[in-house]
């Protein structure tokens, strides 16, 4: 792993291969880590970077209230540091949603966008009144140790019905 300072904070990634640039963005309580097999199975074809989002991996945590405009600004940074041209990003869950912030914001740097299993966020899918109470119940479980939050979402992560085998 490597490291640049960006506003502050050590923001962690993962360099790897030749070719035409590949950013690879992890999804939600993830890092680079994620991405091994893709690193591995890609470098001989793309430059393939693989950052650890601010608060997750080796990067620092990121300061109160940051939004997802902010990542996406300290990932254009981050682009612009290693001198990555018009990349392909590929995001993961949380990273889809911030790839296509990153869009918004960046329209001329990204080659393409893949999305895989690519989540726009709750207000953009939920009614008011659901968007308000599990905003409540994150910011309620913001203190508590990962084992407990852990517990308390993932019952909420399947349906019903699936079941273990025996």
């Not at 893709?38 to 693989?50: K, T, V």
């Amino acid at each position: 792993m490597e490291e640049f300072r960006i506003k502050g904070m050590r923001v962690a990634y993962q360099c790897r291969g030749e070719g035409t640039p590949l950013v690879l963005l992890h999804g939600a309580l993830s890092d680079s880590r994620s991405w091994k097999e893709q690193l591995n199975a890609f470098s001989d074809e793309f430059l393939i970077m693989a950052w650890d989002a601010p608060g997750c991996g080796r990067s620092s945590d990121p300061p109160e209230g940051y939004r997802l405009s902010d990542f996406a600004d300290c990932l254009a940074e981050l682009i612009d540091k290693l001198n990555i041209t018009r990349p392909h990003i590929l995001g993961l869950s949380f990273g889809g949603g911030l790839a296509l912030e990153f869009y918004r914001r960046y329209p001329d740097v990204p080659r393409s966008l893949i999305l895989a299993s690519a989540y726009a966020g709750w207000a953009g899918s939920l009614p008011a009144a659901a968007v308000k109470d599990r905003l409540q119940k994150g910011l309620q479980q913001s203190d508590l140790p990962p084992t407990q939050v852990i517990e308390a979402w993932l019952p909420t992560l399947f349906n019903e019905s699936i079941t273990c085998g025996d």
